[in-house]
């Protein structure tokens, strides 16, 4: 039995804290006689909630977590409620790890991680957490190698996802907390990591990063354990634990994989144990660790992998002009994708998505969807990159996406069956390359306006880059500055793609209205009403065909000029509109987008006005772009004559509210809500 506490007699105390402490009081001493029978009660515990925590004076709270810990060790049963009242009861701010240190009997961190109980290894790993908060206690965790080791066993070898997250969560943030600068532009990095370190007072010394990478054991045992090399040895653990551990090895670089402590060598003697030349972590994990050829499933992860990895490195410009040239030319590049290309993987990846033929058949039914993530990610790093560095390979995937999408049938595209992760692929192109090229057509042309996936993506598609207002100063990061300069080619390819397929398609506006008003048919319907409203939206600008002739004679991307694109559109001569919402006052959409946004919506009989039913759903839909546009043509085009009549039309409409007036009997869809 422990001895008594006179803290606890020093004023009234609440019934359950006082219930609570005489139930482990008394299991401690029942759980070290020779037969203990008393049973957790689990209600009593579940009844001290955060509530009760928040309110208790610090001595009540280092008590009961005494109790807790020496329970812990003894106890014969499930100790699942005791490890779930240890995180209430440390779980307020001012519970600090310098307190879990001052526990007596003193907690055996180690030994606590090692245990087969999840429930003990979970306690631990709340009292652990604690150091994340101040760099000292994060300091004293990096001065126990025994306990830093058996920290990153329990990640990588725990069968419990509960546990391995949470011991992940704590190595992470030990590692922020120790950082000895703030996260530059780019890094992945918990801001709240940062925030949490007193303020700013603190400078980190890379003492959590030191053990991990410079302690021999504990970098050695990282590879080891996650090393297919490895299977049979004594102390290693089976190759289905292996496989578990790696794809965690792997969300880790995801998270970090810009510290050049990854990067980098740090230990040669162990990385050469492992086939790695000069590339540390990074190269074993991404190169060496996985075998492609005998687990699919991890493969799979790996490619999972490159996505994230290739969309967190910052782009790096070596040329850049800002100050004389309107028209802003880079010389960028993404380290990620560089070691990606260096060792293959970006070749391999890619062969997936763009050379199928080559590949199992039973292994693409896995991998074309993930390569098709990976194509996406790279694409997504812009115009001027792509087409400085990639400009062969952006055209073999826009005529693998020209073949796929020419060789879906209406029906379905109708139904749905359509090719989703190459649609994806087409809306991440920035719309420079959607444009027809040399002696080739667009994908683009191939996606009839019809079903909700062909919406989805015309949506994506003409409404233009997304605006987002920045102010350009010396500090602003490439990307950011890549990012401007794209948004305003991207804007008129956004534009001219509208005009072109359009053109293409006559009967575009009769299609895209009809299926809006079709509220039986609920997801094709939003679609529809969401492809009208983005392009009443667009952000849309004249053409800048400098943005594709500037790079050479020698590409297949061809720069068109406004009056081009009038010609092929056979345009007025006052030219085609600039602005998406003058879309709605034009020859060939005046006479669908007005109507249709005026009618009042249709609605069941009988039907429901419940914010999940299909009528209102679409209704709103349909209200939202009309008010949109009204706002937008009030503002910008109040002097249009077509608008004389229009614009009192749309204002009685919108007083109406989405449903509008009342229809009469017999005006209702004839059927009942589905």
């Avoid at 812009?382 to 826009?398: D, E, F, K, Y």
């Amino acid at each position: 039995m422990t001895s008594h506490n006179p803290a606890r007699d020093v004023r009234p105390q609440d019934p359950t804290i006082e219930r609570v402490k005489r139930h482990l009081e008394f299991l401690i001493g029942d759980s070290l006689s020779a037969s203990p029978t008393s049973q957790l009660e689990s209600g009593l515990l579940d009844t001290f909630d955060r509530q009760v925590s928040e309110t208790l004076e610090d001595d009540e709270r280092d008590y009961l977590i005494s109790l807790i810990a020496q329970l812990l060790p003894v106890l014969k049963q499930e100790p699942r409620p005791l490890t779930i009242l240890l995180q209430v009861l440390v779980r307020p701010e001012r519970y600090s790890f310098t307190k879990a240190l001052a526990i007596r009997p003193p907690v055996d961190f180690a030994a606590g991680l090692l245990a087969p109980s999840p429930s003990i290894n979970l306690a631990v790993l709340y009292l652990l957490d604690k150091a994340c908060n101040n760099l000292s206690d994060a300091g004293i965790v990096a001065g126990k190698p025994d306990l830093v080791r058996e920290l990153v066993r329990c990640w990588l070898c725990t069968p419990v996802t509960e546990v391995a997250e949470k011991a992940y969560s704590v190595i992470k943030g030990l590692l922020e907390v120790d950082l000895p600068t703030s996260p530059r532009d780019g890094e992945t990095i918990d801001t709240a990591s940062v925030r949490r370190r007193s303020q700013g007072t603190e400078v980190g010394q890379y003492l959590m990063w030191r053990r991990l990478f410079k302690d021999v054991d504990i970098y050695g045992m990282i590879f080891s354990i996650c090393s297919l090399t490895t299977v049979g040895e004594d102390g290693q653990p089976a190759k289905r634990t292996k496989s578990l551990a790696q794809a965690r090895l792997l969300k880790f670089i995801a998270d970090f994989g810009e510290s050049d402590m990854i990067r980098t060598s740090q230990i040669p003697d162990v990385e050469q144990r492992y086939g790695v030349k000069d590339g540390g972590l990074l190269e074993f994990a991404a190169v060496q660790m996985v075998d492609i050829t005998d687990d699919l499933l991890m493969q799979v992860t790996l490619i999972d992998f490159f996505v994230s990895f290739l969309g967190k490195s910052p782009l790096t410009a070596t040329q850049l002009n800002l100050t004389t040239d309107p028209e802003v030319h880079f010389d960028l590049t993404n380290r990620n994708l560089q070691f990606l290309i260096k060792h293959g993987l970006h070749e391999r990846t890619m062969s997936y998505f763009l050379e199928p033929e080559k590949h199992d058949y039973l292994d693409l039914a896995f991998l074309y969807s993930h390569a098709a993530m990976y194509v996406s990610a790279f694409v997504s790093q812009g115009a001027p990159i792509l087409i400085q560095h990639a400009p062969m390979v952006v055209n073999t995937i826009l005529d693998h996406l020209t073949t796929t999408f020419s060789g879906i049938s209406l029906a379905q595209w109708n139904s749905g069956s359509t090719p989703k992760h190459d649609l994806h692929v087409l809306t991440s192109l920035p719309r420079l390359f959607l444009l027809p090229r040399r002696d080739h057509t667009t994908p683009l042309f191939h996606i009839p306006p019809v079903g909700v996936d062909a919406f989805s993506s015309l949506s994506k598609v003409f409404a233009g880059p997304e605006v987002t207002p920045i102010e350009v100063k010396p500090s602003t990061p490439p990307k950011v500055l890549m990012d401007i300069a794209a948004n305003s080619g991207d804007r008129g390819a956004a534009r001219a793609l509208y005009y072109l397929y359009e053109d293409q398609y006559p009967k575009f506006w009769e299609k895209v209205t009809h299926a809006a008003d079709i509220i039986a048919l609920t997801d094709n319907a939003l679609a529809a009403n969401s492809l009208i409203r983005s392009i009443l939206e667009a952000n849309w600008g004249p053409l800048i065909p400098t943005a594709m002739m500037d790079y050479g004679d020698s590409l297949p991307f061809i720069g068109l000029t406004e009056a081009e694109l009038a010609h092929k559109c056979q345009a007025p001569a006052a030219g085609l509109p600039v602005h998406g919402f003058q879309i709605a006052l034009s020859w060939s959409a005046a006479r669908y987008i007005l109507p249709y946004l005026i009618k009042p919506a249709k609605w069941f009989e009988g039907g429901k006005r419940d914010s999940e039913s299909a009528a209102y759903k679409t209704a709103l839909a349909k209200y939202e772009s009309l008010v949109a546009l009204y706002k937008i043509l009030k503002k910008a085009a109040p002097s249009e004559p077509v608008l004389a009549t229009a614009l009192p039309s749309m204002e009685k409409r919108i007083a109406e509210g989405a449903f509008g007036a009342p229809p009469e009997v017999g005006a209702r869809v004839a059927t009942r809500e589905f």
